[in-house]
């Protein structure tokens, strides 16, 4: 069989051009049940942050979990081929391709998504390469149920955010998504399917939880769910000064009494469409009320966003008292408040909209160069200091997230590493590109964040890239730092060949002889 496959390795441009025999003669090689797919390589060498462009040998469509050791199998026993697994090609630098590897469509599989019961809890078991707006439309539609903790963004795959960590508001206080799973199936980089969990298989478990899909597969997850509510009252807070805004922000994420999603955010203090005022009302008709700004106001705005849940039953005097109590404790600025009551699915999904208007406007195909980070909250106020107001005053074409999590909700046996302390916030640049399709404006916001992670290098800060890209092994050591040697020993433990997702660039293939 092995034979067979490296027949098919292109040496030549015109080798790369594969006829429905040589289709047939590998999808034969690997008894697959699925299929392979020649014509659509160029998909899978791009991803959503469109700056790399790596072509596979071939895109594999599997039909279930077999179909996926298989190929994992049989790149193993080849000398030189790799595997990467593709949810819904989210990733930002070239994390899930496979140059002249074989990358696997997950979303081709079978998707099953059912709610089960188990010792008094509910569990969604969730395909891998089900997106996670499905499994939201599926429990709450169905069932009245939802999972804990989300991304803000549910267009991206179970196993896709489970291999990284998974944030969103509700964070603080459940934890990432990664805290929220209690068994997951995985094809390790050997070809063995194995179910893991707390209890079974327990290293492989709590290796490919945030493992950036270096030690296996996720082929299916079972995820904790509570009941869903029926509304939100979503609200957004305006602060002029970041030491009010980190300390409101913080004690909402610690005080036991507060509301059920907390996010916050950079804005530019200007009335720019995109990165100032007018980013922040929740609806057209509101309007942002510059004339309440105090004369100290700088070149950057602070937003803290929260949201309550409640039932369509519940007397909206009751409501309104809650927030009330909660909002009285909090020092934002007087007229500057915007809320509304949107549906829980109209919340959750609500960069949805997003989206569709970036598709629209041709702007969701162009390159997003964003950067994720951690960092620490003795470093946080240095960091606003040198980083928003000094190199992001004028904006970044998109939003600038700045919001605390909570180091107690993280399992600290995951592979996701964090900063030291128990508070860290999340800081998340998520550029869109106006002047798309134009080089420069991409060169000019890569190197912007590359000058961003200088300065906290140089400035000793303690911070942790999120989704995080290196090209050399000095930057992952760094990465990982004590936890270096533990992702090393289970590397070789799960992925001894170095087979799986070749486009993290941490490991070299071996070579088999």
């Not at 979303?107 to 809890?121: D, F, H, P, Q, T």
């Not at 909206?316 to 009330?324: E, K, P």
Request: glycine fraction near 8%; charged fraction near 25%.
């Amino acid at each position: 069989m092995i034979a067979c496959l490296e027949r098919f390795l292109p040496e030549t441009e015109a080798e790369t051009r594969a006829d429905d025999d040589v289709v047939s003669g590998l999808c034969k090689a690997l008894e697959l049940t699925g299929s392979i797919d020649y014509g659509s390589v160029s998909v899978a060498g791009k991803d959503f942050g469109g700056m790399y462009s790596l072509k596979p040998l071939a895109f594999i469509l599997p039909s279930a979990v077999d179909d996926v050791a298989r190929v994992v199998n049989a790149a193993f026993r080849s000398p030189n081929l790799t595997v990467a697994a593709r949810g819904n090609g989210h990733a930002i630098n070239g994390q899930a391709m496979a140059d002249r590897g074989l990358v696997i469509d997950m979303r081709a599989m079978e998707i099953r998504i059912e709610v089960v019961s188990c010792n008094g809890s509910a569990y969604v078991d969730v395909s891998g390469g089900a997106l996670w707006e499905d499994v939201l439309n599926r429990c709450v539609l169905g069932f009245g149920l939802a999972p804990r903790s989300w991304t803000d963004y549910l267009g991206l795959t179970v196993g896709g955010t489970l291999s990284n960590a998974g944030i969103s508001g509700q964070a603080f206080r459940y934890g990432p998504q990664t805290s929220n799973v209690t068994e997951m199936e995985v094809v390790t980089g050997k070809g063995e399917t194995l179910v893991c969990s707390e209890t079974q298989n327990s290293e492989l478990f709590f290796a490919a939880l945030g493992g950036l899909g270096q030690f296996g597969i996720i082929t299916r997850a079972r995820v904790l769910l509570q009941p869903a509510p029926d509304m939100v009252r979503w609200i957004r807070l305006v602060y002029a000064e970041f030491d009010s805004f980190a300390r409101d922000a913080e004690s909402l994420v610690t005080l036991p009494d507060s509301f059920d999603y907390v996010e916050g955010s950079v804005f530019v203090n200007s009335s720019d469409p995109v990165n100032g005022w007018p980013s922040v009302p929740l609806t057209p008709e509101q309007r942002f009320g510059s004339e309440r700004l105090p004369r100290t106001a700088g070149a950057v705005l602070y937003c803290i966003e929260v949201a309550l849940h409640y039932k369509s039953s519940d007397d909206a005097s009751t409501v309104d008292t809650a927030v009330s109590r909660m909002l009285r404790r909090l020092g934002f600025i007087e007229g500057l408040e915007f809320h509304v009551d949107v549906s829980y699915l109209e919340f959750i999904l609500r960069v949805k909209r997003v989206e569709e208007h970036a598709r629209a406007n041709g702007i969701w195909d162009a390159p997003h160069p964003w950067l994720n980070m951690f960092v620490s909250k003795r470093d946080i106020a240095d960091f606003d200091r040198t980083v928003f107001k000094k190199i992001l005053k004028d904006g970044i074409g998109g939003p600038m997230l700045v919001y605390p999590l909570l180091r107690s909700k993280w399992d600290d046996r995951t592979s996701v590493v964090i900063p030291e302390g128990e508070i860290f916030y999340l800081v998340a640049l998520l550029r869109f590109d106006p002047e798309y399709p134009k080089a420069s404006a991409v060169e000019k916001m890569v190197a912007q964040n590359q000058e961003i992670k200088q300065c906290c290098i140089k400035n000793e800060f303690d911070f942790k890239l999120y989704l995080p890209h290196y090209q050399s092994e000095e930057g992952w050591k760094r990465h990982f730092g004590n936890r270096w040697k533990r992702f090393v020993e289970r590397k070789a433990r799960f992925d001894p060949m170095a087979i799986l997702a070749p486009g993290q660039r941490i490991f070299s293939r071996t070579r088999q002889l």
